[in-house]
């Protein structure tokens, strides 16, 4: 009976133990996707994400407490992307934020996390309006929305036609992917052609966007001045050698951002060369972050990336500015609330409507010039609206621009106008900002 009774005592601390550890670890869930066609940009983006949280951990964790991560594999599925979120939503004492890299996801999850009242990132993605926390507070595009990147994709095109007036009378193809995703886009797009007097010929290509021939044909016949290409995954690379073969000049084309990475280009060979993209943040392993990542997590064989030579790649430093934006927003909550102690979902939120990253900041975190100063507000959820331009010469993408804006009171109006909107659709009561300064 002693025996009994002291198996039952054991089993209660390390119950005890268990309970204790989860206590002191910020879990955040992962909806990834490692495999299918868009698996290079799931890995990429996901592994600089644990990277930074490895990195994070082995520096102590954020003041002492320690994140604790699960990846469930969507496949870019809105509905699997749903299925993970409800999965592990209430693992590990209960998910802190999170991310899923989807648009359709993303879709999907509006509702869910405003009903559990755990903030949601759409870091570069999803839906333009979410900016505007008066009406979103649960939901947080960081950085810069699709508005903000086709703004300044304009703004972009006018710099190189002269000046956006010189855009009056010119052809703009819209080659997106048919899907939310692609869409998203399109309101501003239409706006600002209008605005500008430019003709926008929008060419949707169903996803995976294997065969591209009737589309680029499309192109040819219209002989457009410029080609936008909103693509994603085995899509960009198709388009890119398609485009070649039909004579339609690579450097006239302009991709979004997740048509922007070295698995778009390299896989397109000589085709490539001169393609234009935007990017929210650079490339390379010259940030201290980055080669402290390089030297810390992979010098001790904690690195989440199997290959190697994709350390430092376009995905992969994306992912590690999200992972730095998500901590920070942890460290801001903690100021607030109580260093050392695990934050509630709702004091993460607190923490993502009160970013500051400085450039100050991003300096002493080693990433100055891995992206833009950000800084929200209970009002503005995005904080930044700043895109660059690159080039691929053939090797590697060369800067073009520095991180610049289009018309962001534009897009702003636009965005205010599309959350009234859903709010009275809705039915919901947008809140005063004003009281929660």
């Not at 030297?295 to 190697?308: F, I, P, S, W």
């Not at 975190?365 to 507000?377: C, E, M, W, Y």
């Not at 010469?393 to 289009?406: Q, R, V, Y």
Request: net charge positive; glycine share 12%; hydrophobic share 40%.
């Amino acid at each position: 009976m002693k025996w009994f009774l002291r198996v039952l005592v054991g089993i209660a601390l390390a119950a005890a133990a268990s309970v204790a550890t989860a206590q002191g670890e910020q879990f955040i869930p992962l909806l990834s996707y490692r495999v299918g066609p868009y698996a290079a940009g799931g890995s990429g983006y996901f592994g600089g994400a644990i990277d930074y949280f490895t990195l994070v951990n082995m520096n102590g964790g954020i003041n002492g407490v320690k994140i604790l991560w699960e990846e469930c594999e969507t496949e870019y599925n809105a509905a699997r992307g749903v299925e993970c979120y409800e999965r592990l939503k209430t693992r590990h004492g209960g998910a802190s934020t999170v991310e899923p890299l989807s648009t359709g996801i993303a879709y999907g999850l509006f509702e869910r996390v405003a009903q559990d009242k755990i903030p949601m990132t759409t870091n570069g993605y999803g839906l333009a309006i979410s900016a505007d926390g008066r009406v979103f507070p649960w939901v947080f595009p960081l950085g810069t929305t699709y508005w903000d990147q086709a703004a300044a994709m304009v703004a972009y095109l006018g710099q190189k036609a002269g000046g956006e007036a010189k855009l009056k009378g010119k052809k703009i193809a819209f080659l997106y992917h048919d899907s939310a995703y692609g869409k998203e886009p399109i309101p501003v797009l239409d706006a600002l052609a209008a605005r500008d007097g430019f003709t926008l010929i929008k060419i949707p290509i169903t996803p995976p966007g294997n065969t591209q021939e009737s589309q680029w044909l499309q192109v040819r016949q219209q002989n457009p001045d410029y080609a936008i290409l909103w693509g994603f995954g085995v899509m960009n690379p198709v388009a890119i050698k398609t485009a070649a073969k039909l004579g339609y000049p690579r450097d006239r084309i302009l991709g979004v951002w997740w048509a922007g990475s070295e698995e778009d280009v390299i896989p397109a060979g000589a085709a490539a060369k001169g393609y234009v993209t935007a990017a929210f943040s650079a490339g390379g392993t010259n940030f201290p972050v980055m080669q402290e990542i390089v030297k810390r997590v992979y010098g001790a064989g904690k690195g989440n990336l199997e290959d190697k030579s994709r350390i430092g790649s376009m995905y992969h430093t994306r992912g590690v500015t999200y992972g730095i934006m998500i901590v920070e927003a942890i460290r801001q909550a903690q100021a607030h609330f109580g260093k050392g102690k695990v934050m509630t979902p709702e004091q993460v939120r607190w923490g993502l409507e009160h970013i500051d990253l400085t450039e100050a900041r991003l300096k002493a975190l080693g990433a100055s010039g891995l992206f833009p100063p950000v800084k929200t507000s209970c009002a503005d959820h995005e904080g930044s609206g700043m895109v660059k331009f690159q080039q691929w010469d053939g090797k590697e993408f060369k800067t073009l621009t520095p991180f610049m804006a289009g018309d962001r009171a534009f897009v702003h109006q636009m965005v205010v106008q599309g959350a009234d909107k859903y709010a009275a659709e809705k039915k919901i009561t947008p809140r005063d900002c004003s009281k929660e300064m």
